[in-house]
């Protein structure tokens, strides 16, 4: 894949389109200075617009650029044989128990260095962004050192000027305990707070901060440590919540206007109440669903009557969700959870970017956003999530430039 400043300009007007909330009508799409200008029928078109350089969509879908709102995309190693102790009757917390897990992966990150980790995640990210990916966040929580958790950061960094795609960096500490911290849990906590967190801050390597709550990470105490010191230097935070257990800890994160809550499978009723009055996204991670073979669904329904908005990620991590396609998630999203088409598309888009707190920039197709579409070869919306293991991008506008594929 080309050097991000190597993609051609997408100024110009993009015509021959059909929106995916209104495939029966012909749109446009104005583009200049890598900005959306306007955006709406053909038959409409402001004459300012008309002399533009063209692109022909041919008749493609066009949705806005996909948003894969949870990923652990930058670590080392990888662990299929995890994958090989759960079919053979592992349960997580066993594997976890068994020295395996997300320690594992600890020490596989610790051994590599930057360009090692830069040059293992690079194929991963490219799989994604060739699936219309436009914006992704990518957690630490492999190094659980000041050290290499700012090594895992820097390479997110990294990441996104290189491929050209917004990445939103989240500092997850407090994702397992160290071995070198076996039973001093509250000591670790305070090294998350009181060292790292601050120092990585200050280097301007943290758009949020993010807590595994849950009996075999961290307790709600421990979590509100976490969210004090966020708190303290300006920094949104997000949670790992009700996973495995409802530990309360949707309501906690809530309670700090958290940007989203993340797996819970368990949320309860008084979880999502306060995720409905916090304006919480519900993030839902299929693939974790999937690879754990879990049989307790989230609160889908209650969900959607309470109207908290639900996303969908990959989750893309060595262990639970080893997952390269956003579409595949939103298929797995409707089959498994029982989504709708519209609400599968709204999860990798518009409530995605709220996630991230990107619902300035990415998310729709709107006038005065950043242009970051895609062009799709399909007929219908559904399609997105009907078929898997097929790619059916034509072309991705992604921070004002072509990065994938051209129009017709």
């Known amino acids: 894949m080309k050097p991000a400043h190597e993609y051609p300009s997408a100024d110009g007007l993009w015509t021959g389109l059909r929106l995916a909330t209104d495939a029966g009508i012909e749109a446009a799409i104005a583009v200049t200075d890598g900005m959306i200008r306007w955006v709406g029928a053909r038959d409409v078109l402001p004459a300012e617009f008309a002399s533009l350089a063209p692109h022909d969509g041919g008749g493609a879908l066009v949705t806005p650029g996909l948003v894969d709102c949870h990923t652990h995309l930058v670590y080392g190693g990888q662990r299929a044989n995890e994958f090989a102790m759960r079919?053979?009757?592992?349960?997580?917390?066993?594997?976890?128990?068994a020295g395996g897990g997300i320690v594992s992966s600890v020490r596989a990150t610790r051994e590599a260095d930057e360009d090692t980790l830069f040059r293992e995640a690079a194929p991963r990210l490219e799989q994604l962004l060739a699936d219309g990916v436009c914006a992704i966040e990518i957690k630490s929580g492999y190094g659980l050192s000041l050290e290499h958790e700012r090594k895992q950061l820097r390479v997110a960094r990294r990441l996104g000027e290189t491929y050209g795609v917004t990445v939103r960096t989240t500092f997850l500490g407090a994702h397992a305990l160290p071995p070198e911290y076996a039973g001093r849990s509250a000591d670790y906590i305070d090294l998350v707070c009181d060292q790292m967190l601050p120092a990585l801050a200050a280097e301007r390597?943290?758009?949020?901060?993010?807590?595994?709550?849950?009996?075999?990470?961290?307790?709600?105490?421990?979590?509100?440590?976490?969210?004090?010191?966020?708190?303290a230097l300006g920094l949104p935070v997000k949670l790992h919540a009700e996973q495995l257990s409802d530990m309360g800890g949707a309501a906690l994160a809530a309670r700090y206007g958290a940007l989203s809550c993340d797996h819970i499978e368990h949320l309860s009723a008084e979880g999502i109440e306060a995720m409905r009055q916090s304006g919480t996204v519900a993030v839902l991670l299929p693939g974790a669903y999937y690879t754990l073979r879990d049989t307790h669904l989230p609160p889908i329904e209650a969900l959607r009557?309470?109207?908290?908005?639900?996303?969908?990620?990959?989750?893309?991590?060595?262990?639970?969700?080893?997952?390269?396609?956003?579409?595949?998630?939103?298929?797995?999203?409707?089959?498994?959870?029982?989504?709708?088409?519209?609400?599968?598309?709204?999860?990798?888009?518009?409530?995605?970017?709220?996630?991230?707190?990107?619902?300035?920039?990415?998310?729709?197709?709107?006038?005065?956003?950043?242009?970051?579409?895609?062009?799709?070869?399909?007929?219908?919306?559904?399609?997105?999530?009907?078929?898997?293991?097929?790619?059916?991008?034509?072309?991705?506008?992604?921070?004002?430039?072509?990065?994938?594929?051209?129009?017709?």
């Not at 079919?87 to 128990?97: D, F, M, Q, R, S």
């Not at 758009?207 to 709600?220: K, M, P, Q, W, Y």
Request: net charge negative; charged share 15%; aromatic share 8%.
């Open 305 to 408: 009557a309470a109207g908290v908005p639900m996303a969908v990620s990959t989750d893309h991590n060595p262990g639970t969700s080893p997952a390269l396609s956003l579409l595949l998630m939103m298929n797995m999203a409707c089959t498994l959870f029982r989504l709708t088409v519209p609400e599968a598309l709204a999860g990798v888009t518009v409530h995605a970017a709220r996630a991230l707190g990107l619902s300035s920039t990415h998310g729709v197709i709107a006038e005065g956003m950043p242009a970051n579409f895609v062009l799709w070869n399909v007929r219908e919306a559904a399609e997105l999530a009907y078929w898997f293991g097929q790619r059916p991008v034509r072309c991705v506008v992604r921070q004002g430039r072509i990065a994938v594929g051209a129009a017709a």
């Open 205 to 231: 390597l943290v758009d949020a901060v993010d807590v595994f709550c849950e009996r075999i990470a961290f307790s709600l105490e421990e979590t509100e440590q976490v969210f004090k010191a966020a708190k």
């Open 87 to 97: 079919l053979a009757g592992a349960t997580y917390e066993e594997v976890a128990k």
